[in-house]
């Protein structure tokens, strides 16, 4: 199954500086999208950045300047670095991609668990 673990997580001032990791398992023929989303208390859950796989990316206008997202072919990992935090982006932050199984299947979303990010003074 596919499977993935976001880390990095944690509390921090603001202005710091966080670096999220998406570690992505399991067999796929390949991945279309990958995504980061973020939902705090009493919001719904929101994209904050994408990238396709010719490396195309996206930003939500609260983020931009600030987020970056990256790849790494090699280690399946996906990476939301994360500049100038701002109490604002307290909320889980979640991994999401849009894959194709198997070259015979169609695409499909999957979710990580999902890890916090904690801003305050």
């Known amino acids: 199954q596919v499977q993935l673990v976001e880390s990095g997580g944690g509390l921090v001032q603001p202005g710091g500086s966080l670096t999220l990791s998406c570690v992505i398992s399991?067999?796929?023929?390949?991945?279309?999208?990958i995504a980061w989303y973020r939902q705090a208390p009493e919001k719904q859950r929101e994209l904050v950045a994408s990238m396709t796989s010719s490396s195309e990316t996206y930003y939500a206008d609260s983020v931009k300047g600030r987020f970056t997202i990256s790849r790494d072919r090699a280690k399946k990992t996906a990476y939301l670095k994360i500049n100038d935090l701002k109490t604002e982006d307290t909320a889980v932050y979640y991994c999401?991609?849009?894959?194709?199984?198997?070259?015979?299947?169609?695409?499909?979303?999957?979710w990580g668990q999902g890890t916090q990010v904690t801003v305050s003074s």
């Open positions: 399991g067999s796929i023929f390949s991945i279309n999208v």
């Open positions: 999401n991609i849009d894959v194709r199984v198997r070259v015979s299947d169609e695409t499909s979303r999957h």
